[in-house]
């Protein structure tokens, strides 16, 4: 691995390598994230996207599927495999509004419900492993929401 004094321009040279990649970084982070989630979510009988809709649903329940989508910022039509799955798993229930007939209010169950306390263990595990102190770790999330943010904006 290439380490580079932060202070100095980047040589031309050094451009190019992967080491050197922010994108790289963020990517190789998020896969080291969700493999390390892996472990804890399948006691569950849950995998990563499904807990992070079921983060999205004990905050609030009965969101519509655009809704939740927005959450995570995928589009809804990613999403419905997951929440196919998730209903038939007895997590949620799928309920079509009598109002508007294409639109779905999603709901936990009470097997969906009752995930939560085990995942308050699964969020302190993951947070132990991550080996940074809460101030550290609430830094680095907003920043990384900072650039989120930036990017999204361009």
Not at 78 to 83: D, H, R, S, Y
Not at 121 to 137: F, I, K, P, R, Y
């Amino acid at each position: 691995m290439t380490t580079l004094d932060s202070k100095q321009p980047m040589p031309d040279n050094q451009r190019l390598l992967l080491d050197n990649q922010l994108c790289f970084s963020l990517y190789s982070a998020s896969l080291a994230m969700t493999q390390l989630y892996k472990p804890y979510l399948e006691p569950l009988g849950i995998t990563y996207p499904q807990y992070l809709i079921l983060l999205i649903l004990w905050e609030q329940d009965g969101l519509g599927l655009k809704d939740i989508g927005a959450r995570l910022r995928q589009k809804s039509g990613a999403l419905t495999p997951v929440i196919k799955r998730m209903e038939d798993d007895g997590l949620i229930r799928r309920i079509r509004l009598p109002d508007n007939e294409r639109q779905l209010d999603i709901r936990l169950t009470d097997k969906g419900q009752a995930l939560r306390d085990q995942a308050a263990t699964v969020n302190h595990c993951v947070a132990e492993a991550c080996g940074l102190a809460d101030s550290e770790l609430l830094d680095l999330k907003e920043r990384l929401d900072h650039l989120r943010q930036n990017l999204q904006a361009q």
